[in-house]
């Protein structure tokens, strides 16, 4: 069992962008020294809700800063950037690192993030797909040539090459049903939503199990789930610490990927016009209850342990900062969880495997 901390850097009102990056910073270092796996950085444009441009920047800066913990990103929007360039500084961060970069990738989601870059979210899956194409050819071929609807490559020769061999582990975001089932064929890592529900989660991940059996390709070892986590003292304090957070997180949301119409969202995000228009009826006791683990340590383990029981998950994503929640008490309900939740899970998923080891031997 694995854990890793998500880092969002958001903006909320109040905060400077300079104490966005040290706070962000302290909680990866705290994140290593508490014992996590991994730290996750999402890369988002022009809102307060995600202040990370660019997130092999941060992971550079990040590899100087820690020693053990894998640095990945969740994700690198790739229609926003031209693959060439991409492969060379995953490879160089995955050199700088020592071999620690985890390759999250995506084609992005934000309307606003689209008509910022002058780009149109009707060519979102296919930038997406030339660009993995080609990032993996960069990773592993000494020249390569490419033609593309929009990328067009001649006798190209990129270095540096990954550490990792043949490359860093790529990972997928994957939302909607036919991306779910292209992740699955291509043997990568499934990143989720952080906010789907348990029932959408277990849809989700029928889905990827039928696609991987028609793929004939075998369950990946790696099985991450990504949720928000609050580890307060008591009920009553978790609702003083997160209603207001919560409420930002999905005002934010609905306000940055809403577009003037939900209409002019193409066709191929029809799930999120269905998903993301529902937003504005999203209250922390719902949230809390379906989506995210706030709640004592107590709390959380028990909730952990059922979705861990019916997901089978083995590295757990946690996104302990939110909104205008401290600083100070984001480190605190990290300390918790390390403390009081994450050696509970390693025991449980320990039991698990050795269960599933005596009944597939018997």
């Not at 993996?136 to 990954?162: C, I, M, W």
């Not at 937003?279 to 959380?300: C, K, P, W």
Request: charged content about 25%; overall charge negative.
């Amino acid at each position: 069992m694995e854990f890793g901390a998500m880092l969002l850097l958001s903006r909320p009102q109040g905060r400077s962008q300079a104490d966005v990056y040290r706070q962000a910073l302290e909680q990866i270092e705290h994140a290593e020294a508490l014992g996590f796996d991994a730290v996750w950085l999402a890369e988002h444009h022009f809102s307060p809700y995600g202040q990370c441009p660019s997130t092999l920047t941060m992971a550079a800066h990040v590899a100087a800063r820690t020693r053990r913990v894998r640095i990945g990103t969740a994700v690198i929007i790739l229609p926003f950037w031209n693959p060439v360039l991409v492969a060379e500084e995953a490879a160089l961060v995955d050199q700088l690192s020592d071999g620690r970069l985890d390759l999250g990738i995506g084609r992005g989601y934000q309307w606003h993030e689209f008509q910022g870059f002058n780009l149109s979210m009707e060519e979102s899956r296919t930038r997406f797909l030339e660009s993995v194409d080609i990032i993996r050819k960069a990773f592993v071929e000494d020249r390569f040539d490419y033609q593309g609807e929009h990328y067009r490559f001649r006798d190209l020769s990129v270095d540096p090459k990954p550490l990792q061999q043949p490359h860093p582990p790529i990972w997928v975001a994957g939302v909607s049903p036919q991306t779910i089932a292209w992740i699955a064929e291509n043997g990568f890592y499934r990143l989720s939503a952080a906010t789907k529900t348990l029932e959408q989660l277990k849809r989700d991940d029928a889905l990827f199990q039928d696609a991987l059996r028609k793929a004939g390709r075998p369950p990946p070892d790696k099985n991450p789930l990504l949720r928000i986590v609050h580890v307060g003292e008591d009920e009553h304090s978790c609702r003083a610490d997160m209603e207001e957070p919560i409420r930002w997180f999905f005002a934010m949301q609905e306000r940055i990927v809403r577009p003037p119409q939900w209409d002019d969202l193409p066709d191929q995000y029809a799930y999120y016009r269905r998903a993301f228009s529902k937003l504005g009826n999203i209250d922390y006791d719902f949230a809390t209850r379906h989506q995210m683990l706030v709640g004592s340590a107590e709390d959380v383990t028990r909730r952990l342990i059922d979705l861990h029981d019916g997901l089978g998950f083995n590295h757990l994503m946690c996104q302990f900062a939110l909104g205008m929640l401290s600083h100070e008490k984001t480190m605190q309900s990290m300390e918790r969880f390390a403390r009081d939740v994450m050696p509970v899970l390693r025991q449980r998923h320990a039991q698990t495997r050795e269960a599933d080891a005596t009944n597939a031997a018997s």
